[in-house]
């Protein structure tokens, strides 16, 4: 499972596949090497025992970690969603939120830094729909305030092809922040969130 989601340093294409000694490239056939219990990926595997481990790009054993747990709370909100009976609106938006946030090769995809938050984020979809029954018109409210926020950001994404700059990015994370502020705000968020917030940071962005 989380071989799947490493890609290979290598050729920047393959997924790694776990052999005896190591990890396998399914693209370019570079081997990585388990060192110490940990597999070491380099760009350049051919040095990985010798000086080449001044390139070592990524130690694999703090990636696995943090991919297991995310991996984990991703597994828990899929279930959650499947298990969420009428609640059509909740769980559509549940689960559109959850492909955005987990491409496949969201390891690769996300900033380091930003995967930190992955598992939170996650959480946040299975808390929320924990909540939904007790307040089904409480939870269509918020989502009523969180869209058109949304909807803007991701028309502006598909304008610029894709294309974004920091402020971009930065504000495609608040948006994460703001569904944890709105639909499990117990799980807390690193800074202050709410719609009016969210707004004026739009807003004032420049053009
Ligand atoms: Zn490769």
């Known amino acids: 499972m989380l071989v799947d989601v490493l890609r290979c340093p290598g050729c920047e294409r393959g997924s790694l596949r776990a052999e005896r000694a190591g990890y396998i490239c399914s693209q370019c056939s570079a081997g990585f090497p388990v060192i110490g219990g940990a597999a070491w ?3 350049d595997p051919r040095g990985a025992a010798g000086e080449g481990r001044g390139r070592l790009t990524l130690i694999a054993n703090e990636v696995a970690r943090l991919a297991l747990t995310i991996l984990q709370e991703y597994a828990s909100a899929q279930r959650k969603i499947k298990d969420t009976k009428n609640a059509p609106e909740a769980t559509q938006d549940a689960a559109r939120q959850l492909k955005i946030l987990m491409p496949r090769d969201f390891i690769a995809q996300a900033p380091w830094a930003q995967l930190q938050h992955f598992a939170r984020y996650l959480k946040a979809i299975t808390v929320r729909l924990d909540k939904y029954r007790a307040d089904p018109a409480r939870d269509a409210a918020r989502m009523k305030e ?3 926020l949304e909807q803007r950001y991701w028309r502006l994404v598909a304008e610029r092809k894709g294309q974004q700059d920091a402020r971009m990015q930065e504000f495609r994370w608040m ?7 709105l639909y499990a705000q117990e799980l807390k968020t690193p800074m202050p969130v709410s ?3 969210l707004q004026k940071i739009w807003e004032s962005r420049p053009r």
């Open 175 to 181: 948006l994460e922040e703001l569904r944890v502020g």
């Open 41 to 43: 990926l380099f760009r």
């Open 146 to 148: 969180l869209q058109p």
């Open 195 to 197: 719609v009016k917030r």
